[in-house]
Nanobody
Framework: QVQLVESGGGLVQAGGSLKLSCAAS????????MYWFRQAPGKDREFVAVINWSGGYTTYADSVKGRFTISRENDKNTVNLQMNSLKPEDTAVYYCAANRVYYSLGDMDYWGRGTLVTVSS
């Protein structure tokens, strides 16, 4: 069993930066592929970024490519999302998730409860 807890959300002006973190419980963190998703008000949840077990492979949604960076620290059971050059359209609840198959978006084993990011114009 893995529990995921996101932190780091908040209010930021357009052009600013935020760093989200997701802390995972359990001793098997390094065996999971880790994801960030987001859900804007009135919209479906969408994929943001994914990182493989070792941190050597990452994939991003086109909408965040070049602005967001996903990373992980297996010794600290943590995955991070550095968000730069934020835009109002990045406003959403951001969720951390995990499964065992790289870039398999259809079925997550675990989800966090989310952290709200609000970008003002």
């Amino acid at each position: 069993q893995v529990q995921l807890v996101e932190s780091g959300g908040g209010l930021v002006q357009a052009g600013g930066s935020l760093k989200l973190s997701c802390a995972a419980s359990g001793r098997t963190f390094s065996s999971y592929v880790m994801y960030w998703f987001r859900q804007a008000p009135g919209k479906d949840r969408e994929f943001v970024a994914v990182i493989n077990w070792s941190g050597g492979y990452t994939t991003y949604a086109d909408s965040v490519k070049g602005r967001f960076t996903i990373s992980r620290e297996n010794d600290k059971n943590t995955v991070n999302l550095q968000m730069n050059s934020l835009k109002p359209e990045d406003t959403a609840v951001y969720y951390c998730a995990a499964n065992r198959v790289y870039y398999s978006l259809g079925d997550m084993d675990y989800w966090g409860r989310g952290t709200l990011v609000t970008v003002s114009s």
